[in-house]
């Protein structure tokens, strides 16, 4: 049984840090594509930033210059470094991968940007 554990959330200032980290465990031969989503009370998740196996990159225009994604595949892991936080940056975030060809979620973890 696979399993994306997300783990680093928590409460901080507006122009703060916090780094995300997602860990896969169980029965896993390849983990291609990872990514990040976040929901916020009342809207719909949404991509925050991703990674393919290979290391090509996207993030959401509202994170460009304030967040960075990294993944160690040696570990099955992979992190969000988020800089400058913005109060609208408060959400669940959520930790996604395609792992041997089936799609995984983590149970989310809760960061709140105070201003």
């Known amino acids: 049984q696979v399993q994306l554990v997300e783990s680093g959330g928590g409460l901080v200032q507006a122009g703060g840090s916090l780094r995300l980290s997602c860990a896969a465990a169980g029965s896993i031969f390849s983990i291609n594509a990872m990514g990040w989503y976040r929901q916020a009370p009342g809207k719909q998740r949404e991509l925050v930033a991703s990674?393919?196996?290979?290391?090509?990159?996207n993030y959401a225009d509202s994170v460009k210059g304030r967040f960075t994604v990294s993944r160690d595949n040696a570990k099955n892991a992979m992190y969000l470094q988020m800089n400058s936080l913005k109060p609208e940056d408060t959400a669940v975030y959520y930790c996604n991968a395609d792992i041997d060809g089936l799609f995984y979620w983590g149970q989310g973890t809760q960061v709140t940007v105070s201003s």
């Open positions: 990674i393919t196996k290979g290391g090509t990159i």
